[in-house]
């Protein structure tokens, strides 16, 4: 399922006519409970044949390790035909080392929905746990059933282990250290509305509603100027793995981008005569702030953000 996800993610970014991706889950009530528990087991003989669990141990090879892995990701981030020939190489040795290949595939994919340039929505319509909830940590947005009884839980700690999928690192990010620490540790189950209160999901409806409300909020989300939407998840995503100072300078290359495109030319011209015709005016024809809000937030100002 990761290299067929890693490929539609591939050729959707591609796709300019996409705003918005939604992923939720094929059958009535089912998200993702867990990660497959014959691959989880398969893992400790994996990484003895390639003898990484001796690695780990050595604390000079492991030092390498570490610094070939960062060079590696570096690597693939800078360019797609490394990436697409280390996925293949890896795939090569799926037969003989399959959870090495599933590991790499899976960083891919989960950064590979992060750094989309659409909006992502988890639709999370069932029980979601271990790497149900690390997939869906990469997502702008997560919504889930609220009305059904479904649990969201990141249990790893209770067989041994921990949140391998990315889960201690973008926890942390997501609703703070404490938080996560406490949540990881306990691995315990929230409820949709626990969920909501520590920021971990955006918000959940009833089951009856789920998939219109979903969609909705979809359809508003696909009204935004993609560019803008692009910059602003470049500029969080890549600025937090970095100092302030980096962070406000890739916010300034970014702010320059979204002040060259001809929608940002574009809707600006159309608010200032807005302003102009509908604010600076006698008290008793002035627009409300809210109507002014709303016809903004509708992308009124514009027949449409063409992302260019």
Same mark, same amino acid.
């Given at each position: 399922?990761?290299?067929?996800?890693?490929?539609?993610?591939?050729?959707?970014?591609?796709?300019?006519?996409?705003?918005?991706?939604?992923?939720?889950?094929?059958?009535?009530?089912?998200?993702?409970?867990?990660?497959?528990?014959?691959?989880?087991?398969?893992?400790?003989?994996?990484?003895?044949?390639?003898?990484?669990?001796?690695?780990?141990?050595?604390?000079?090879?492991?030092?390498?390790?570490?610094?070939?892995?960062?060079?590696?990701?570096?690597?693939?981030?800078?360019?797609?035909?490394?990436?697409? =020939?280390?996925?293949?190489?890896?795939?090569?040795?799926?037969?003989?080392?399959?959870?090495?290949?599933?590991?790499?595939?899976?960083?891919?994919?989960?950064?590979?929905?992060?750094?989309?340039?659409?909006?992502?929505?988890? =639709?999370?319509?069932?029980?979601?746990?271990?790497?149900?909830?690390?997939?869906?940590?990469?997502?702008?947005?997560?919504?889930?059933?609220?009305?059904?009884?479904?649990?969201?839980?990141?249990?790893?700690?209770?067989?041994?282990?921990?949140?391998?999928?990315?889960?201690?690192?973008?926890? !942390?990010?997501?609703?703070?250290?404490?938080?996560?620490?406490?949540?990881?540790?306990?691995?315990?189950?929230?409820? !949709?509305?626990? =969920?909501?209160?520590?920021?971990?999901?955006?918000?959940?409806?009833?089951?009856?509603?789920?998939?219109?409300?979903?969609?909705?909020? =979809?359809?508003?989300?696909?009204?935004?100027?993609?560019?803008?939407?692009?910059?602003?998840?470049?500029?969080?995503?890549?600025?937090?793995?970095?100092?302030?100072?980096?962070?406000?300078?890739?916010?300034?290359?970014?702010?320059?981008?979204?002040?060259?495109?001809?929608?940002?030319?574009?809707?600006?011209?159309?608010?200032?005569?807005?302003?102009?015709?509908?604010?600076?005016?006698?008290?008793?024809?002035?627009?409300?702030?809210?109507?002014?809000?709303?016809?903004?937030?509708?992308?009124?100002?514009?027949?449409?953000?063409?992302?260019?």
């Amino acid at each position: 399922m990761l290299e067929e996800l890693f490929l539609l993610i591939k050729d959707v970014e591609k796709d300019d006519s996409i705003r918005v991706f939604v992923m939720t889950g094929g059958l009535a009530d089912i998200y993702i409970m867990h990660f497959s528990i014959p691959e989880l087991q398969r893992i400790s003989e994996d990484n003895e044949k390639v003898f990484l669990n001796r690695m780990v141990k050595n604390r000079v090879s492991r030092f390498f390790l570490v610094h070939m892995l960062n060079f590696t990701g570096w690597l693939m981030d800078a360019s797609a035909w490394y990436e697409s =020939a280390t996925l293949k190489m890896a795939k090569s040795f799926r037969e003989k080392v399959p959870s090495l290949f599933l590991w790499l595939q899976m960083t891919r994919l989960y950064l590979a929905i992060e750094r989309m340039n659409k909006i992502t929505i988890a =639709a999370i319509n069932g029980p979601c746990n271990g790497g149900g909830v690390e997939i869906s940590l990469c997502f702008d947005f997560r919504f889930m059933v609220g009305d059904q009884g479904f649990a969201i839980g990141q249990p790893e700690c209770l067989i041994g282990i921990i949140p391998g999928g990315g889960g201690t690192q973008r926890l !942390p990010r997501l609703i703070g250290r404490p938080k996560a620490l406490e949540w990881m540790m306990r691995g315990n189950l929230l409820s !949709p509305e626990e =969920a909501k209160q520590i920021g971990l999901i955006t918000d959940y409806f009833n089951k009856e509603t789920f998939r219109d409300t979903v969609q909705e909020f =979809a359809d508003l989300m696909g009204k935004r100027p993609p560019v803008a939407i692009d910059a602003i998840k470049k500029s969080v995503h890549e600025g937090m793995n970095g100092t302030l100072g980096k962070g406000l300078v890739l916010e300034m290359v970014q702010s320059i981008r979204c002040f060259d495109t001809d929608d940002a030319k574009t809707v600006i011209k159309n608010y200032i005569k807005l302003i102009e015709e509908k604010v600076d005016v006698p008290e008793e024809e002035r627009m409300s702030p809210a109507e002014l809000f709303d016809i903004m937030e509708h992308a009124r100002l514009v027949e449409r953000f063409y992302g260019k």
